[in-house]
Every structure is written in structure tokens, then in C-alpha cells.
């Protein structure tokens, strides 16, 4: 017979933390949550797109379009009183290796937004408002951020991941809404519009390329990324889907005339190694699913917006290529990012509500 002393012992659970007060969201507030609004605009814009083939789709993008405003106003909120309020933590942030280049997300968004008010919505005086604060804060964070790294010894290789792109990304959003945009501003406006379209598309471009290298050192040479950081390996899609449309979109609006075939080959070209890298992203993600390093956290959102991206480049070449199977690929990540923006929806929800998503993570 067993005695007491013989049984095995059952461990306590542990006790759950309180849900955290206004403030302590605010003080902790990470700048990767507005990836959530970069993903759900993204997705609302693609989904829009397709309305024009499949009708029942349109009311999905106008509530996905909603949805996303109130997002970003919500999420405003913190983050703003984190810069009001916790100043110090806010820097701190913007001083750290990784965390850092996730505060142009803020700016991101706003972009995005514009895109959705301009495509969706029709308010223009919106989309201008919204892409010209966008605009603003993209070249201030990409700057911001870049200067402390550029300056600071804090950097090393396993810091480096393709969260980097992000300060590039966001520079070569600023065409997305901002080409088409050009169309309503007249004289002074417009030619600084189109000079800040020409800069932002240049820059966010040159970068990625040189970052694209060191992203690519780091994972042949370096630990793999895995764990909280594994989503981060999509985000190679964000640019190889932005810079195509950023770069069509400024053709439109050039004061002279370029041949557009030569720059529809090239983005032909940087959409065929995005689906080279959409499969690698597919591996390295599944991989580390299966030995268990994929842990659900708000990096999950890093699938979403350059996936979304990938689909809205597909989407914007196929009827200039008249190439069938760019359009199949579009539709079908589509399909794909359907469900993980819904899965990461659903478990960023469970997270809220239990407060688990606003601890930080050892």
C-alpha cells in the first residue's frame, strides 16, 4: 500500500496574475500592436479588391474597414499616453535592439488607414489627413530609430531579424495611398507630395536591399530565430509586395513619360522571389510548430499585413501581365490569410480579455 509520503506530489497551479490596470497596459504598451491594424487594413483592402469579382465580399471589406478604425483608435490610446505619461519607458523602447524598429508600426497604420478611406470609404479628406500624418511620422521613427542603432554598439547579430525591414517598409507604404492621392492635390502640394512619394519609395527600396543581406547572414550564420520572433521571418513579404505597387502607383504620377514595361518586369521579378520566400516562410514557420517553438504571442501579427501585402502586389500585376497564375497565387494567399488573421484575431481576443497578452514576456 502506498503511504502518503509515497504519492507523488502535485504541483500548485499557479496563480493568475490580476488583470493590469490602465496604466500598467499604457506603461508597458509594445508598438508591435498597431501590426494588428497594418494586418487588418491590409486585409480589408485585398478583400475589397476581390468584391470586384465576388459581390458578397464587399460588405465583409466595409465592416473590416470599421473595425479597423476603431482599432487604431483604441490602440491610440496607450500608446499615446505612454509618451505622455511614461516618457522614460517609452525611450527605453526606442533605444532597445529588437523592440525598436516595431515603432513605425504606428505610422504604418496610419497609411494603411488612408489606403482603406481612399479605396473603401471615398473620404478623401481623410485619406489626406491620414496619409499626410502618416507620411510625417514615417520619416521621423525611420530616422529616430535607425540614428540610435547607426550610433550605439547595443546591436549585435542575434538582434537582427526581419523586424529591421519595418523602418523600410514603412517608407515604401508611403505610395500606396500617396501616388493616387497626388491626383487631388494641385501646385505647391502636389509637387511635394510627389517628391515625398519619390523619397519615401527610394529610401524604404535601397534599404531593404542592403538589410535583406544582413537578414540573410544572420540566419545561415547566426541561432534561428524561433520562439516569439518566428512570425518575423514573413515579414521578407512586406516589402516584395509594397515596393511593386509603391513603384507602379509613382509611374502613374511622373511629370514625364517612362516606359512602364521594364518596371512591370522588375516587379515581376521581386513578386517571383516573394513566393519563393512565401514557401521558406511556410517551412521555417511549420518547423518550428512542430518542435514546438511557436508560442502564441502579438508577433503573431507579423503574418498578417506582409501576407496581405504579397496578395495585394498579386492582385495589382496579374491583369498587367495577363499571367493566370499570379492571380491564382493571390487568390489563394488570400484564402491563407484569411485564416491566420482570424486565428490570430481570435487568440489576441482570449488574450485580452484575460490579460494575459499585456504581461510581459521573460
Keep these: 500500500m502506498k503511504t502518503a509520503a509515497m504519492a507523488p506530489t502535485r504541483s500548485a497551479s499557479p496563480t493568475p496574475l490580476p488583470f493590469p490596470s490602465f496604466a500598467e497596459i499604457s506603461r508597458s504598451f509594445a508598438p508591435g500592436w498597431f501590426a494588428a491594424v497594418m494586418g487588418t487594413g491590409v486585409f480589408a483592402l485585398t478583400t475589397y479588391s476581390l468584391s470586384g469579382r465576388w459581390p458578397w465580399l464587399a460588405p465583409l471589406a466595409v465592416g473590416l474597414h470599421w473595425f ?186 511622373l511629370p514625364f513619360a517612362v516606359p512602364h514595361e521594364p518596371f512591370l518586369f522588375l516587379s515581376l521579378l521581386l513578386w517571383g522571389f516573394g513566393v519563393w520566400w512565401l514557401v521558406m516562410a511556410a517551412l521555417l514557420t511549420l518547423a518550428a510548430r512542430r518542435t514546438g517553438q511557436l508560442p502564441f504571442a502579438l508577433s503573431w501579427w507579423g503574418f498578417t499585413f506582409p501576407l496581405g501585402a504579397f496578395v495585394a502586389a498579386s492582385l495589382r500585376l496579374s491583369p498587367l501581365t495577363g499571367i493566370a497564375g499570379v492571380d491564382a497565387v493571390g487568390v489563394a494567399c488570400w484564402l491563407l490569410l484569411l485564416g491566420l488573421w482570424s486565428l490570430t484575431l481570435l487568440r489576441t481576443l482570449r488574450g485580452v480579455v484575460s490579460g494575459a497578452i499585456f504581461q510581459p514576456h521573460p
Design 68 to 253: 479597423n478604425v476603431l482599432l487604431f483608435c483604441l490602440l491610440a490610446v496607450p500608446w499615446l499616453t505612454r509618451w505622455l505619461r511614461f516618457r522614460e519607458a517609452a525611450l527605453a523602447t526606442l533605444r532597445h535592439p529588437v523592440q525598436a524598429s516595431f515603432y513605425p508600426t504606428f505610422a504604418i497604420a496610419m497609411l494603411v488607414i488612408a489606403a482603406q478611406w481612399l479605396a473603401i470609404d471615398g473620404r478623401l479628406g481623410l485619406a489626406l489627413g491620414f496619409w499626410w500624418g502618416g507620411t510625417a511620422l514615417v520619416f521621423l521613427f525611420s530616422f529616430a530609430v535607425l540614428f540610435h542603432m547607426f550610433r550605439g554598439e547595443h546591436v549585435g547579430l542575434e538582434h537582427v531579424t526581419p523586424a529591421k525591414f519595418i523602418p523600410a517598409v514603412g517608407l515604401v507604404v508611403i505610395p500606396v495611398a500617396g501616388g493616387p492621392l497626388l491626383e487631388l492635390q494641385s501646385g505647391a502640394a502636389r509637387e511635394l507630395g510627389l517628391l515625398v512619394n519619390v523619397l519615401g519609395l527610394g529610401a524604404g527600396t535601397m534599404m531593404y536591399v542592403g538589410l535583406l543581406g544582413l537578414t540573410l547572414q544572420r540566419k545561415i550564420l547566426a541561432k534561428p530565430a524561433v520562439g516569439l520572433l518566428t512570425p518575423t521571418a514573413w515579414i521578407h513579404l512586406a516589402p516584395l509586395g509594397v515596393i511593386p505597387v509603391s513603384l507602379l502607383n509613382v509611374l502613374d504620377q
